[in-house]
């Protein structure tokens, strides 16, 4: 069979993009850190509009729509990265210099530059959970907008299908492009896919909820920049102070580094865009470990959900760091105390790699509502160990481990010794559902939690809904691929304040309108093995009062109570339904 | 004069959405104290006469003989200051006050301009700002800037109509109004008043003890769980550079890459007008949260205080919101204080987070039978110009004003038609 160029080999199924690194503050020998990121390949239109994302250059402060990015066709199978820097016999600095400062004020290298990360991680969450994920809207195509307005914000919109990049004057007086930053296109990106793959993280929860998109979006944003040979070598570059291929084994140790690469590198990044971005690689760096961060009465400054998730982001590069050491102590010297730069730049972007696929994996294994940092925790390390069982060669899960209770982050309260999910023992039905359906059909799995629901223990006076039905796909050390089943369930179970103590042992906050309806929720990831047995049901119980008296808590000290409930929404297709009939049935 | 007043006449007058009291306190022997809370406004129903802010300055002129003792400025908002603008020819509103040669001006502590960034020197050196807590003067420079981002979020153009309305009365409402503020500074002797402080008052008015509830200072801000901006003059700095790429008239606005233009206003590609409008209307919406942020910040910083002659005890809280009120209402000894408030100025216009359920459960003297003790309650408002319906914030909220009739004796400037433009409360010692 020929193809669409009439050939019958395989088309391409990934080009090179060229893009910023970092953000234009940080530069590199020099010149602004640019980086070629790999990302599908596919005919886009103008924009670049793409299967996945539509980059839409319009600015909503002067109403001008900027022209868009056209690609050419390639007929030989290639495709053209029209901003990559063309070498033409003997290029001078200046030259190159010249193609840098241009590249900068062209918008149209703006709308690829953010068309590329937003597809890079989008592809990094599709390698990582093994299937396509969906935006957190109905719809395929997300609206890319890198000059949305002027303001110092960037944003992922549920509602507008959207992710909006404004730009602002910073404090020399030149302009600041949030659609530059690579960290935080990843960031809105980021949000934008864990809408997709856990919509109920966006409900008011416990502090850890609130957190975590922000901690989730910050831990994949800089992971996915550390996962890049090019920054990693300017880290290094900061440690080292030169250009050398070979790199003194004194710079390898675990301060050194953390100096260096991490907080080096954080330093550099632009001042202005932590109005934008926050500041949680700095802050989250300079953490020290060995304190009770998590408790709200000790570091009462941890209940903030921005600094709360820089616990996150402060466990995961600490880990990153540990195994990174970990990998480079059995690389042996070239010379006497040398090694290797580029082996040395390669493990570390290896391991941010690798910790980028774990931490998105493990958002399968995670409860669907009011999640908590130790719930992920174990996830991570559940996850981790049904890849790779055995944890000897690097000890990833054992330096996870280590670094997250090192800033107060304990694994969950149901777990085995090692931190990992309990496995579902139950005794279950199978036989009144079937396994195909199972697979993909929300109705099936609904079936078989029905017929279950004493074993699963599911209170049924509460509204139950199959959120999602997904099929996973990971590709196990032994080579042979491993297939599993994730539902989602959720449930809600509505109560006035006044039935709270009575039905669910909870004591009301205080001074609320005892009529008030509250909602209480509930819900569960089901995991399924290969066979189509539950391997794991990752719950958080809507009897649960521990759990539920800290979420009400948390809710009332925020001032959650204090507003009026959302307001009725106006009316809708339904009421218009009801019109209708009505006046049918008045003749 | 007698030691303390026997009675306080208030008059409340109807200045549209604004502010504007007069408290005579009347001795023994005619002889009266008169304290001017807030001259503002920001706008009037139709058919009120141009000149109803001079009509109200000459009618406080009249009613204070030619004399005040004290002016009371909650905050800058514009309507609850833009009274005291003077014109050069001499003939505006402020002038007519300044001639009334007030003896004292109270006005927040975050208008003292010894405060400002310029004239303290490096931060932490000054012992007022040590006292009020770290970040005081980045937060006077906050609020400068917060004028300036109103002042040319008024300037915004292509915002859908709805927010266009409310962006453009919320940014009027906070523009700077630097002849107000420089009357208001120049015109007698200032005392610049924080929650706990001494509000001067009690020298001009014998007989009659005033508590400053608030604004409280940042250092007691921090006291309380409330979070707050870590560098609020570099959030509203870049605020200011944000909009005023935008702001300034067609002319002057930023095209960012005029090289790239494909299309301007109205006539953009087919594939494109889908995101076109929800981008229109995603940057109202965030135009309007600024704005809306800004407009609560300074109300935060309006005065509250508590008049009180025997047991009697008037309530004047400005515009203050629940962040401004958090303060207070955590201190024992307040809490005690107001639960025998006998007339309550309703608190920004009302609107519902202005006053606070915890407060308005203190207050013993509401009642929904009509007796003398009752709570009185005074609201200086007009509807349709602040919030929606919709979404709960319409100013004055229809379930305060419900509660407000049901438990106090209510009056509102609403009720004032035709020529009245005032109402008088007498309250007995």
């Known amino acids: 069979m020929r193809n669409i160029r009439g ?23 020099g010149q602004v850190l640019t980086t070629e990121l790999t990302v599908p390949a596919e005919e886009l239109l103008a924009g670049p509009c793409g299967y996945r994302v539509n980059v839409i250059d319009y600015d909503a402060s002067t109403d001008t729509l900027y022209k868009p990015m056209i690609y050419g066709r390639s007929l030989d199978g290639k495709y053209e990265d029209p901003f990559a820097f063309k070498q033409s016999g003997r290029s001078s600095v200046k030259a190159r210099r010249l193609h840098h400062q241009r590249r900068l004020e062209d918008p149209r290298f703006h709308a690829q530059n953010v068309y590329a990360i937003v597809m890079r991680t989008l592809a990094q969450f599709e390698f990582a959970l093994g299937r396509r994920c969906a935006w957190g809207f109905d719809g395929h195509q997300i609206h890319i907008v890198p000059h949305a307005f002027a303001d110092a914000n960037a944003f992922y919109s549920r509602d507008d299908r959207a992710i909006f990049f404004g730009y602002f004057m910073g404090s020399n007086g030149k302009l600041v492009f949030t659609c530059l930053s690579h960290d935080v296109v990843a960031h809105e990106t980021t949000h934008a896919l864990l809408d997709g793959l856990r919509k109920r993280y966006m409900e008011r929860s416990t502090p850890d909820q609130a957190a975590f998109h922000e901690g989730f979006a910050d831990v994949v944003a800089v992971l996915s920049m550390f996962s890049l040979p090019d920054v990693v070598d300017a880290g290094l570059d900061l440690a080292s102070g030169g250009r050398s291929n070979l790199i003194s084994s004194k710079l390898l140790e675990r301060d050194v580094l953390k100096r260096s690469v991490l907080f080096g590198l954080a330093e550099q990044m632009g001042r202005e865009l932590a109005v934008v971005r926050g500041d949680a690689l700095r802050r989250s760096v300079s953490l020290l470990p060995g304190k009770p961060y998590m408790s709200t009465l000790l570091y009462p400054e941890f209940g903030e959900p921005h600094r709360r998730g820089e616990l996150l982001v402060a466990a995961v590069l600490n880990a990153a760091l540990d195994i990174w050491l970990a990998r480079l102590a059995k690389i042996g010297p070239v010379t006497a105390g040398k090694k290797d730069r580029s082996i040395v730049r390669d493990e570390g972007a290896r391991v941010a790699g690798h910790l980028l696929t774990m931490a998105i994996r493990a958002l399968d294994y995670c409860p669907p509502t009011d999640l908590t940092f130790s719930d992920y925790l174990s996830a991570l390390l559940t996850i981790d160990r049904e890849v790779v069982p055995g944890d000897y060669q690097y000890g990833y899960r054992k330096w996870l481990l280590k670094n997250f209770n090192d800033y107060g982050i304990r694994q969950a309260g149901e777990t085995d010794v090692d931190g990992t999910w309990k496995r579902c023992d139950q005794e279950l039905i199978y036989s009144r559902s079937h396994y195909d359906s199972m697979l993909h059909e929300p109705q099936e799995v609904f079936r078989f939690i029905w017929e279950n629901r004493n074993a699963l223990k599911i209170d049924t006076d509460s509204y139950i809904e199959v959120d999602s039905v997904r099929p996973s796909v990971r590709v196990g050390p032994d080579g042979f691929v491993l297939h599993e089943t994730v539902a989602e369930y959720i449930q809600i179970l509505t109560l006035q304040a006044n039935e709270l103590k009575k039905r669910l042992g909870i004591i009301p906050p205080k001074g609320i309108d005892p009529t008030r309806r509250i909602r209480i929720f509930g819900g569960g990831a089901l995991i399924f093995d290969e066979y189509g047995q539950l391997k794991y049901q990752i719950a958080n119980r809507i009897e649960n009062t521990k759990h539920q008296q800290a979420r009400l808590d948390y809710l009332g000290e925020s001032g959650f109570f204090d507003e009026p409930p959302p307001p009725t929404s106006p009316p809708g297709p339904q009421s218009q339904l009801a019109q209708l009939h009505r006046m049918r049935l008045m003749g | 004069m007698a030691k303390e007043p026997t009675s306080a006449t208030i008059r409340t007058y109807h ?12 001795y023994s022997r005619k002889s009266e104290r008169h304290v001017l809370v807030d001259f503002g406004s920001t706008g009037f129903p139709k058919g009120v006469p141009k000149s109803r802010m001079m ?11 030619g004399k005040l003792h004290a002016v009371v400025a909650t905050h800058r908002h514009r309507d609850h200051i833009s009274g005291f603008a003077t014109e050069k020819a001499g003939k505006g509103t402020g002038d007519v006050i300044k001639s009334l040669k007030p003896d004292l ?60 309305h409310e962006v453009g009365f919320l940014g009027e409402s906070n523009i700077a109004n630097p002849s107000a503020v420089k009357n208001l500074m120049k015109m007698a002797k200032n005392s610049y008043v924080y929650c706990g402080s001494k509000s001067g008052l009690e020298k001009v008015l014998p007989g009659v003890k005033v508590e400053v509830l608030g604004p409280p200072t940042l250092r007691q801000t921090d006291t309380i769980k409330k979070q707050r901006l870590r560098d609020p003059d570099e959030f509203w700095h870049f605020q200011v550079g944000a909009t005023a790429l935008a702001a300034g008239g067609d002319k002057k606005r930023t095209i ?23 981008a229109r209307t995603v940057r109202g919406e965030q135009l309007l949260q600024i704005v809306r942020t800004l407009d609560q910040e300074m109300n935060n910083t309006s005065v509250i205080l508590l008049f009180q002659v025997g047991k009697k005890k008037l309530l004047f809280p400005g515009d203050a919101q629940n962040e401004n009120w958090q303060y207070a ?13 006998n007339l309550y100025k309703v608190g920004h216009h009302g609107s519902l987070n202005a006053t606070p359920k915890s407060l308005w459960k203190l207050f013993k003297n509401k009642s929904e039978r009509k007796t003398a003790k009752r709570l009185l309650s005074l609201m200086s408002t007009m509807e349709g110009k602040h919030g929606s319906v919709y979404s709960h914030t319409e100013v004055p909220r229809a379930k305060l004003v419900r509660e407000l009739h049901r438990k106090s004796d209510l009056f509102t400037t ?10 008088d409360t007498v309250v007995k010692f």
């Not at chain 2, 009509?55 to 003989?65: E, F, L």
């Not at chain 2, 609403?414 to 109402?423: A, N, R, T, V, Y």
Request: hydrophobic share 35%; proline share 5%.
């Open chain 2, 55 to 65: 009509d109200i300055a000459k009618n406080i002129k009249q009613r204070t003989g």
């Open chain 1, 7 to 29: 050939t019958r080999h395989s088309l391409a199924n990934s080009r090179t993009l060229t893009a910023i690194a970092q953000d234009p503050s940080v530069k590199f020998r």
């Open chain 2, 329 to 341: 209402l955590g201190q024992k000894r307040y809490q005690s204080v107001l639960t025998g408030v």
């Open chain 2, 105 to 164: 001006i109270v006005q927040p502590w975050t208008e003292d301009p010894k405060l400002g960034p310029e004239a303290t020197g490096p931060s932490g050196s000054n012992a007022k700002i040590k006292k009020f807590g770290a970040g005081t003067s980045q937060q006077i420079a906050a609020l400068s800037l917060m004028h300036e981002v109103a002042d040319q979020s008024l300037a915004a153009r292509n915002l859908p109509k709805d927010l266009k």
């Open chain 2, 256 to 278: 960012l890459f005029p090289r790239y233009v494909e299309s301007r206003s109205y006539s953009h590609r087919i594939n494109a007008r889908w995101l076109v409008h929800h």
């Open chain 2, 15 to 26: 200045v549209g959405f604004g502010d504007c009291f007069l408290i005579s306190f009347e």
């Open chain 2, 414 to 423: 609403q009720q004032l038609k035709g020529k009245d433009f005032f109402h």
